[in-house]
């Protein structure tokens, strides 16, 4: 957009509420929708809460009766939150002669109720690229919305449902319109890359997953089915992107990378042949997926920079593994985390306490195996002990209305589902009582100052605040550590000031930790 130019289409990235070092990745959700209409030549601004405030004034200043509309991206929790006060100033600041567009995961899986919300005009129900192209065509041209599948949107104070739209060809995605976000904003130290200091997200190669873990979004929001781009596209945006951005590190956000494990061996079989320099993280990995690679394929993608490896380990207890349908047995995360170790490869696990009709004893066990897997490959990182939190269009949401959830009737009530925080009220483990569900925050709190703080605060870019931070809280992990370990997690008053901090911090807070 040329500097003096005002934009037409106006799409804004809300914080999320985990917004911290390199958490703080490109808003690829409203960069991807933004594509196919910069390419037509629309004039776009797309700001990101997380580095920049979104004040009124600043709105005020974008908004022209040039403007077709402003969109907004929404993930259950603190992301809507954020989304809502947004739209309200902008509906206050063009007094509804503006249509505002919610898409995103949260409106995907909700859409009656989020269009409901008189701030709202138009929900994009599922992957935003063609929809929303087809709907500033409509807008920009006034023509009606009623052919464009794909959305649920208000006309004369009564609400339409289109047609849903099939999912897209991936491989017809553009590249990102990185022009339109201060990159260099995104380009952090890593928590998981280590020692590498320009890395960056770069965006998913594959969309969607076949499995079906209960407590995920995926298949609710992508239909069950794995779509990859060809291994020739991957590797030109991974190599491009790299190039482009003197890049020593990336991530890969796909559901699950390795599913096609042809297409990823021809992805890093082509950055070991294009000597493209860069250590990797991948966000998904399936522990089965892993061991049923041969030694060939993972050699291969060690030599390409594969580093770190998250793993969705989740559970120490069998009993819940199954009841969350994840297919693997502790057993197989041990398997894999020695031959990680054997290969060069980190792994980082990914842990959920408090799924319905876990017990104590489960949870024990999952916290066993976390600290065992620790002492087999002590260079395995223990992501938190996430507390479950039923999210609307999973299959776990339907275990936990049985269980006797009463999920929030609003958008609104939506924003204060959070994901790690006690659940003082019952709201989301009514399965609990008071004692118990301060004992799931205590071990999800000690978790992630036990054993994913330090991570975290290795990605923090200013070197002072990183050696003042590192100084504070290595004691503290090692203390909460100790407490996790041995199960000493029911009585734990000092987290009062953690959480009064972290909700101060992270939830309330106007300003990003970068
Ligand atoms: C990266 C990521 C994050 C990042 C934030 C994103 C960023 N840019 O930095 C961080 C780490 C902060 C994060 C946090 C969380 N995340 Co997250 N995250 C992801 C992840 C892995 C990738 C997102 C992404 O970049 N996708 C690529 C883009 C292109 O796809 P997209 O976001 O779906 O956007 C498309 C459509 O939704 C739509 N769209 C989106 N926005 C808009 C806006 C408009 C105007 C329009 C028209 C269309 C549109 O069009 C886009 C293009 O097709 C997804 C999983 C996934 N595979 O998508 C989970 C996912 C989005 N996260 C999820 C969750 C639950 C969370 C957390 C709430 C919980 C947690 N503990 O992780 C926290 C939130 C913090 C909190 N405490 O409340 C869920 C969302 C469920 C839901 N109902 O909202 C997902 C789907 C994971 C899952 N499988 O369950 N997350
Ligand atoms: S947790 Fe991972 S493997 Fe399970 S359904 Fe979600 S994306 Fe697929």
Redesign the pocket.
Known sequence: MRPSAKPQII?IYPK????FGS????????L??AAPLDKEGYRIAILDQRNQAITRELLQSLITSETICI???S?????VKNALKITRIARELTDGKVPI??????S??LPEQTVAHPDIDVV?I????LT?SELIHALDAKRPLKDIKGIIYKDGGLIFRNENRPLMDIEELLPVPWHLVDVDSYIHRDMYVKHRSRVLDI??TSRGCPFRCGF???AS?RGRKWRAMSADKALDMISSTVGRFKLDGLWL?D?EFYIDRKRAFAITEGMIKNNIDVSFYT?GTRVDVFLGASDEELLSMKRAGAHTLKFGAESGSQRVLDLMQKGITPEMTHKANRRCQRLGFVPAFGLVIGYPTETFEDMDMTIDMAYALKRENPEAQLETM?QFTP??GTPSFALALEHGLKPPQTLEAWSDW???DYDIEGLKLPWYNRDERMWIGNISYMSILGNALGNALDSVGSMPLRLLFKSISGPASAYFRYRLEHKLYRNAPELALVRYLRRKLFYESESTMT
């Open positions: 799409l999320t509420g985990m917004d958490t703080v990745a490109p808003p690829h959700a409203v991807s929708v969109g907004v991206s993930m259950t929790g603190t992301q567009v919610w898409g995103g995961t949260h995907t899986v994009v599922g992957e935003g690229e929303f965006g998913q995920c979004s995926s929001i956000r559901d966000s996430a999210l609307p959070l994901f790690d």
